[in-house]
Nanobody, 123 residues
Framework: QVQLVEFGGGLVQAGGSLRLSCVAS????????MGWFRQAPGKEREFVAA????????YYADSVKGRFTISRNNAKNTVYLQMNSLQPEDTAVYYC????????????????WGQGTQVTVSS
């Protein structure tokens, strides 16, 4: 069984930064791609970023490209999401996910999800 636990959410003013962390336990996390999704109130869950198992390739939603950076430390089984220049529209619950197969931009591409961490950006 895989467990994903997120840390680092909170309240920040527009223009500020936050770093989310996700610690994976269970099957060897370093063998799998990882990612982040988010869900704002009244909206569908959406892809934010993904990273391959080695960390050699990263992928971003257009809405966060240039502001967010995904990275990982396989020795610590941890994935990070550095979020800079945060805007009110980034307010959402952020979920850490582990890859299964298929499209990395869709929910179906992931089979393990964390419980989520709230990020609130005030204007």
């Amino acid at each position: 069984q895989v467990q994903l636990v997120e840390f680092g959410g909170g309240l920040v003013q527009a223009g500020g930064s936050l770093r989310l962390s996700c610690v994976a336990s269970g099957r060897t996390a370093s063998s799998y791609g990882m990612g982040w999704f988010r869900q704002a109130p009244g909206k569908e869950r959406e892809f934010v970023a993904a990273i391959t198992s080695s960390g050699g390739s990263t992928y971003y939603a257009d809405s966060v490209k240039g502001r967010f950076t995904i990275s990982r430390n396989n020795a610590k089984n941890t994935v990070y999401l550095q979020m800079n220049s945060l805007q009110p529209e980034d307010t959402a619950v952020y979920y850490c996910v582990q890859r299964r197969s298929g499209s990395l931009y869709s929910i179906e591409g992931y089979n393990y999800w964390g419980q989520g961490t709230q990020v609130t950006v005030s204007s």
